[in-house]
């Protein structure tokens, strides 16, 4: 993905939300009306339910997001729910973050989506889109080592 503007403010956006929602899947009730979003960042809330108060980056983000897609934004609760452990939607499973070998301001997201070439992913499309991203590329299935060979250069 290529950031808009600084990328490890990208980056840390991007792990404050997965960070939130991860301690959510491992303790929260989805069985529940409503999954709580207190500890998600509000902008990210803000950004599901439309609200105008969102920060630029998320409401460019989301603009993207809808433009790229043809869909409209995920409502809070729908998005909560594809990390219900339970649910077993969610076809990934965050890896690691880094930036492109390349030095340019592009990042790589690594996921674990134990080998399968097809997986859902749209709710991690507009993470990714409404952290700030000008363009999300879909997802090339590689090996480990790809990940190796980046980190050793």
Request: net charge negative.
């Amino acid at each position: 993905m290529n950031p808009n503007g600084d990328p490890e403010a990208y980056a840390g956006r991007l792990r404050e939300v997965f960070a939130a929602v991860f301690a959510l899947a491992a303790h929260v009730d989805f069985d529940e009306d409503e999954v709580r979003v207190d500890t998600l960042p509000d902008w990210f809330v803000q950004v599901c339910v439309g609200g105008a108060a969102a920060d630029s980056f998320a409401v460019d983000g989301r603009a993207r997001y809808t433009g790229r897609t043809g869909d409209g934004p995920w409502e809070i609760q729908d998005w909560l729910s594809r990390f219900d452990p339970e649910l077993e939607a969610r076809g990934w499973a965050f890896w690691d973050l880094t930036r492109s070998a390349d030095g340019g301001g592009r990042l790589n997201l690594w996921l674990d989506t134990w080998g399968e070439p097809f997986f859902s992913w749209e709710e991690l499309r507009w993470l990714l889109y409404t952290c700030g991203a000008d363009s999300v590329a879909d997802p090339v299935v590689t090996k480990s080592d790809s990940w190796a060979q980046e980190q050793s250069a």
